[in-house]
């Protein structure tokens, strides 16, 4: 008799994907306060749930900085233990915070399950999202990157051998071997990179005489749904970190202006070093882009913090001259959380009228509060935009009017 839970559901083919359960592990010092800590957890919560990881408890220890074997403290380190052993089902622990090799190896003999930390877990994300060859050869370059110099570290099964005579010897050649075949595989993928970039310019040259507009933003602000919502397109968007990796552009036209927009991989805290350097072709949409759309998530409580991580990004990348236009998406879900439900619109138009007042002041960018969903202010947003491509088209051909 057929199950009345999955009528109409087909077989499942393949390996069955069992549920991961992870345990969050982070560090209150003197360079992160208890409050900061806190939303870096909710942020790791959300990128082990991307990953396809539930959580089951977070754990915080304040120290004044992390312990150079096990990262945290040895009684905080038998307390998660002594947890993991009462509950079976956990087998990862994820750290806030890059761990060494010899830290990860240490933790997984104490532990006895997966040791993975925050850019090992968002490499794992890259890794499943990655659809182009460009993109796929980007997160090779990173995952090799990474793990470059933790190979010493994760050689720890040598150590016992090391007093032994005519042991130490094949260890260590082996450990070199490693780290030979390792830097061979990053120069084969430079190379390859190098070669798709190529391709990639060859095909860029035939858009150079269109103005190009580029949204950025932090991870998960809601820049594929504005873009399917100004291209009219089908962009991929989810409510998950990194949903789009692989940079989208599209040509449309506003008043007889085209235009191309793109839409590129979201930034985030803590972003590992070697990631920003592998994706950086995949950034030069960004670089070469006259125009700069910044989407930021209003409604979430660290959107501040979020704007300072971006704009970092962007002065890292050296694009902060650029003109700007500032887009404060989910207003829909900011007045919910933070508006009585008796207040007026005259009232609320006031509100809002300040806050815009505040963040220009804030932020030097002009900008527009939108929401993506319920498509508010989109009409206002797109005649900015296209003030925008008006005055880009003048400052490019200054002489002559252009007929498209």
Same mark, same amino acid.
């Given at each position: ?39 870096? &957890? /909710?942020?790791?919560?959300?990128? =082990?749930? #991307? $990953?396809? %990881?539930? @959580?089951?408890?977070?754990?915080? !220890? ?60 968002? &490499? /794992?994300?890259?890794?499943?999202? =990655?659809? #182009? $060859?460009? %993109?796929? @050869?980007?997160?090779?370059?990173? !995952? ?74 932090? @991870? ?185």
């Amino acid at each position: 008799m057929a199950n009345e839970w999955n009528l109409g559901q087909k077989d499942q083919k393949g390996l069955v994907k069992k549920a991961e359960y992870a345990i969050l592990i982070g560090l209150i010092t003197r360079d992160q306060t208890e409050e900061q800590v806190v939303e870096y &957890l /909710d942020e790791l919560e959300f990128l =082990a749930l #991307t $990953a396809g %990881a539930l @959580t089951k408890k977070r754990v915080m !220890q304040k120290l004044p900085h992390p312990d150079s074997k096990t990262f945290i403290g040895k009684g905080k380190l038998q307390e998660v233990a002594e947890y993991i052993e009462n509950h079976e089902e956990i087998n990862m622990v994820i750290f806030d915070d890059d761990l060494t090799g010899k830290q990860v190896s240490i933790l997984e003999e104490e532990l006895k399950v997966k040791i993975i930390d925050r850019s090992s877990l968002i &490499l /794992d994300i890259f890794a499943s999202r =990655a659809q #182009t $060859a460009q %993109a796929k @050869t980007q997160v090779e370059l990173a !995952q090799m990157q990474y793990l470059l110099p933790r190979l010493r570290g994760l050689w720890t099964h040598l150590e016992r051998q090391r007093g032994g005579i005519g042991m130490r010897g094949p260890g260590e050649k082996e450990i070199e071997t490693d780290r030979r075949i390792v830097r061979d595989k990053i120069s084969l993928l430079k190379k390859k990179l190098e070669k798709i970039d190529q391709q990639n310019m060859t095909r860029r040259k035939h858009r150079n005489e269109l103005i190009r507009v580029a949204l950025v933003g932090y @991870t998960n602000v809601g820049k594929s749904t504005l873009m399917n919502l100004l291209t009219k397109s089908d962009v991929f968007a989810e409510n998950k970190l990194f949903a789009t990796l692989d940079t989208t552009v599209r040509k449309i036209a506003w008043e007889g202006m085209p235009f191309l927009l793109s839409d590129t991989v979201g930034f985030i805290r803590k972003l590992p070093h070697h990631l920003i350097e592998s994706f950086k072709s995949t950034l030069d949409e960004v670089r070469e882009s006259d125009i700069l759309l910044h989407v930021v998530d209003i409604a979430h409580p660290m959107h501040e913090d979020h704007i300072r991580t971006v704009n970092q990004t962007l002065k890292d990348l050296e694009v902060t001259d650029k003109p700007t236009l500032m887009i404060f998406n989910k207003i829909d879900l900011y007045r919910q959380k933070n508006y009585d439900d008796l207040i007026d619109e005259e009232a609320m138009k006031e509100i809002e009228d300040g806050i815009q007042g505040n963040l220009n002041h804030q932020f030097g960018h002009e900008n527009v509060l939108v929401s993506a969903m319920t498509k508010e202010n989109v009409d206002i947003l797109r005649q900015k935009v296209t003030q925008m491509i008006k005055q880009q088209y003048k400052i490019r051909y200054p002489y002559q009017v252009r007929h498209w």
